[in-house]
């Protein structure tokens, strides 16, 4: 049996196999986005606008610094003079960030012709671009200049205005817009080089719920001084938005524990999982009320999974749920099961 969900965060739904079912205990844990406030801010990914200048590590810097937190990460590094989407993870919610790294990119980028070319020769030149490419990263990068493949999914020609080009592009992560443009003047035979670019789309972290560092100290400040969180968290999201992309296995409450403890996950705990899970392949672990638990490698394909009775799901790789959230079950029956003394 299947049915489809569509998760917070989510506009497409996905398909699950059900597996088991069972009614999640209200007393446990939250809904990511009804956690406490003192949870939900060490729990959660602000999607900032980075301004032209500084560093992505300054930037994440900074809003460490305004939250007062003892560490925050950013999805995905951006050149100091590029603007756009910088998802910045707060405290805990640093582990999931990983995700985002691998996720889809967009950029709207400027690029600069050598000399003037006819606009319908740029956009099937463009075109051409929608395709694997091979790349070298450039001298200016933080990563060894290895021959590699990136692909590009989509390509818009927006406008051209004499040797200035305007263009949108969808890519797979770690593509060099860069290079991107450097190639695109070596098919067009006149050269061409970037002139601007901004970043507008990381996974499902968008440029339409973007905010700046300075609505995030206003929203800090009216939370501090008048004790109103209401601000606040409509600039934060929970971590949960990171994974949206991932595949995603629910287990019951009485299993979130163990996971937490860095146990691997028995097929027994599982109540629902998505429907085209392969072997070996990274997946979700999610509680009944959509918080995450932690990330694994799937041990069996979900048909597997969902036929068998015995034996283990995936093996955990990296937990988030905090220990002591959900109670430990096994704890608790061997407790039942003691002899009880009367004086």
């Known amino acids: 049996m299947s049915f489809s969900y569509l998760l917070p965060y989510e506009t ?11 009614p999640t205990d209200p007393q446990y844990g939250y809904e ?17 606008d980075k301004p032209q200048g500084p560093t992505s590590h300054e930037v994440a810097s900074w809003v460490r610094k305004m939250f007062d937190l003892p560490k925050t990460g950013h999805g995905g590094t951006l050149d100091p003079q590029v603007t756009g989407v910088l998802p ?10 990983r995700a985002l790294l ?64 305007l263009f949108r592009v969808g890519c797979e992560a770690g593509t060099y817009i860069r290079k991107l443009c450097f190639d695109i003047g070596e098919t067009l035979l006149c050269g061409a080089h970037m002139v601007e670019l901004r970043r507008t789309r990381t996974g499902d972290f968008r440029e339409d719920t973007i905010l700046t560092l300075q609505d995030l100290n206003d929203a800090l400040k009216i939370y501090r001084e008048e004790k109103d969180e209401t601000y606040l968290r409509q600039l934060i ?40 899970i392969e072997k070996n392949e990274d997946v979700a672990i999610m509680s009944q009320k ?40 096994n704890e608790a029956k061997k407790k039942s099961m003691e002899p009880t003394t009367e004086s």
């Open 290 to 329: 959509g918080e995450l638990v932690a990330f694994a490698t799937s041990l069996m394909t979900s048909q597997q999974i969902l036929k068998t009775k015995h034996g283990m799901a995936a093996k955990t790789r990296k937990v988030f749920m905090t220990r002591g959230r959900y109670p430990n079950w």
């Open 102 to 165: 691998s996720a889809g990119k967009e950029y709207v980028c400027i690029m600069y012709l050598h000399e003037e070319i006819d606009k319908d020769v740029i956009e099937k030149v463009l075109n051409l671009y929608t395709t694997d490419l091979y790349q070298r990263p450039p001298l200016k990068s933080s990563v060894a200049r290895r021959l590699r493949i990136r692909k590009i999914y989509y390509t818009q020609l927006m406008e051209v205005r004499g040797k200035f080009v």
């Open 32 to 48: 990511p986005n009804k956690r406490p406030i003192e949870h939900y801010v060490n729990a959660g990914i602000v999607n900032l």
């Open 237 to 276: 999201v929970p971590m949960e938005k990171a994974v949206r992309h991932w595949k995603k296995i629910y287990i019951r409450d009485s299993a979130v524990d163990a996971i937490a403890h860095g146990a691997s996950l028995a097929v027994a705990g599982v109540l629902y999982l998505e429907k085209s």
């Open 88 to 97: 910045i993870a707060l405290g805990a919610a640093t582990k999931v960030i």
């Open 12 to 22: 497409t739904p996905h398909v699950y196999l059900i597996k088991a079912e069972e």
